[in-house]
C-alpha cells in the first residue's frame, strides 16, 4: 500500500509539470498518453483476473487492482488537463505568453475542482464548462464566479453542465443581468437560477421548458419594460391551461407586441372597452395592471363579444393565451408574481 501510494503521487508529479511547461501543447501529449493508459488498463485488468486465481496471491490482487486504478485515474487527470487548457485558449482574458498565465490557470484548475469537489460533475465535465463560458464571452474571472451556481442549475434542470452554461448565459442576457463585477454576475446568476427553479415547480413543468419560453418570449417582455417575475408568474398561469415552453414564450412575445403597438382594429377595440396600456409618456403599463383593466372591462360582456374585442387586440392565434392570463386574474398574477 505504501508502495502503491508513493506511485501514484509520483506518477502525477511526473506528468504535471511537463505538462505545465508546454501549455497548450498537453493537448497532442494528452491525446498519446490516453492512447497509451486505455492499453495499460486493459494489460492491468488482465493481469489482477489472472491473480485471483490464486489465493495465495491475494496481497498481488491488490496491487493488480491499485493498477487499475492508478490508469483511470491518470486518464481522467489528461482527461481534466486537456479540458483546462481548452477553456484556457478560449478565455480572451489568458494569454498563454503573459506573465500571469500560469496563476490564471492555477484559478481555473483550482475552481473546476472545487466545483467538482461538492457536485455530482467530474472535474473534467466543470473545465468542459469554463471552456463553454469562454466561448459565450465570459472572461475568467466571470466564469470562476458563475461556475458553482451554473452546476446547481445543471442538477436542478436534471441536464448536463454545458447545457446549464447555455440556459444560463441566454436567460442572464435576455434579462439583462450580465455584469463585468464577478460578484454581481455571481449573485444575479443565482437568482436567475432561483427564478428558474421556482417556476418550474409551480408550473409542474421542466426547467427546459421555462428557458424555452424565456428563449421566445423574454427578450419582448423585457424590451417593454417588464420584469422577470411578472413573465414567470405569467408562464405559471399559462402552464395551468397547458401552454408551456416555446409555445408560451411565443404567446407572450405576441400579447406584449399586440398591447404596445395594436393594429387599428385592436386599438379600437382597446378605445371601446376602456382599456389604457400606456403611461403618459408612452411607456407599456405593467401586464398585471392591464389585465385587471381587462377583468372590469369585459365583466357583463357576452362571450361572443368578447372573442370578438380579443380577436381584434391580440389575434386568433393568442385568444387562448390572452383568455388563460385574464381568467387567472391580477390577483392570483400578483400571488405567483410574489411567490417567485
Request: aromatic share 6%; no cysteine; proline share 1%.
Amino acid at each position: 500500500s505504501k508502495y502503491a501510494i508513493e506511485t501514484v503521487f509520483k506518477v502525477i508529479d511526473n506528468i504535471t509539470a511537463p505538462l505545465d511547461k508546454i501549455g497548450i501543447k498537453g493537448k497532442a501529449v494528452g491525446r498519446t498518453l490516453k492512447n497509451e493508459f486505455t492499453k495499460t488498463e486493459q494489460q492491468l485488468a488482465n493481469v489482477g483476473k489472472s491473480l485471483k486465481t490464486f489465493g495465495k496471491y491475494a496481497i498481488g490482487a491488490g496491487i493488480g487492482a491499485i493498477g487499475v486504478g492508478l490508469g483511470v485515474a491518470t486518464k481522467q487527470f489528461i482527461d481534466f488537463d486537456s479540458s483546462l487548457h481548452a477553456a484556457s485558449a478560449a478565455f480572451s482574458d489568458m494569454n498563454p505568453k503573459a506573465a500571469d498565465f500560469g496563476d490564471k490557470l492555477d484559478f481555473l484548475g483550482k475552481a473546476a475542482r472545487d466545483v467538482a469537489a461538492v457536485t455530482e460533475f467530474n472535474a473534467q465535465q466543470t473545465a468542459s464548462a469554463l471552456s463553454t463560458l469562454a466561448r459565450a464571452g465570459i472572461d475568467s474571472t466571470n466564469a470562476i464566479a458563475l461556475l458553482p451556481n451554473i452546476a446547481d442549475l445543471a442538477t436542478s434542470a436534471m441536464v448536463d453542465i454545458d447545457s446549464a452554461v447555455n440556459m444560463a448565459t441566454g436567460t442572464l442576457s435576455i434579462f439583462g443581468k450580465l455584469s463585468d463585477d464577478p460578484k454581481i454576475l455571481a449573485n444575479n446568476m443565482k437568482y436567475i437560477s432561483d427564478v428558474l427553479a421556482k417556476t418550474a415547480d409551480m408550473a409542474n413543468h421542466s426547467i427546459e421548458d421555462v428557458v424555452a419560453a424565456t428563449t421566445e418570449g423574454g427578450d419582448m417582455f423585457k424590451k417593454v419594460n417588464q420584469s422577470i417575475e411578472n413573465f414567470n408568474a405569467s408562464l405559471v398561469a399559462l402552464a395551468k391551461n397547458n401552454i408551456t415552453g416555446s409555445k408560451a414564450g411565443v404567446a407572450m412575445r405576441n400579447i406584449m407586441l399586440r398591447l404596445s403597438a395594436p393594429a387599428a382594429s385592436g386599438e379600437a377595440a382597446l378605445k371601446k372597452l376602456g382599456i389604457r396600456t400606456k403611461d403618459s409618456a408612452g411607456n407599456l403599463l405593467n401586464i398585471v395592471d392591464i389585465i385587471k383593466q381587462f377583468e372590469t372591462s369585459l365583466k357583463g360582456v357576452g362571450t361572443a363579444d368578447a372573442a370578438e374585442y380579443l380577436d381584434a387586440i391580440f389575434g386568433k392565434q393568442n385568444i387562448a393565451a390572452a383568455q388563460t392570463l385574464i381568467s387567472a386574474g391580477s390577483d392570483k398574477l400578483l400571488e405567483y408574481t410574489s411567490v417567485i
